[in-house]
């Protein structure tokens, strides 16, 4: 069964609203931690400039890929499996504790201005 988030889907206007700010130049996105998928197949195709890459953990990627089969669109790329906590040094014992991300930050940002 292919998942689904009820957050994701509410949020998901709110977060274009800020990301039409920043997204402006054509580019590459990486999206870390995309979940379902819900996100990436709702916003890839309003920044068609954008290059966008979903990631999400190995054993979440079937949902994700499941959403991303269903909604095709040019400038979206095949999900990347990665373990985002091996690479922020939390396995390491490098760090305790991550606050922030990268929807929220670019969220506050557009608050701060």
Request: charged content about 15%.
């Amino acid at each position: 069964m292919k998942p689904f988030s009820q957050a994701a889907e509410n949020n998901k206007g709110p977060i274009l609203d800020v990301l039409r700010d920043y997204l402006t130049a054509p580019g590459d996105l990486l999206e870390i931690g995309a979940g379902t998928g819900q996100h990436a197949v709702w916003l890839a195709p309003h920044f068609p400039q954008v290059l966008w890459t979903p990631t999400e953990l190995p054993e979440n990627l079937d949902g994700l890929s499941q959403w991303l089969a269903d909604a095709p669109s040019d400038n979206l790329a095949e999900p990347l499996a990665l373990e985002a906590l091996l690479y922020l040094g939390l396995e390491a014992g490098l760090a305790g504790a991550i606050i922030g991300g990268l929807l929220a930050g670019l969220s506050r940002l557009r608050n701060t201005r």
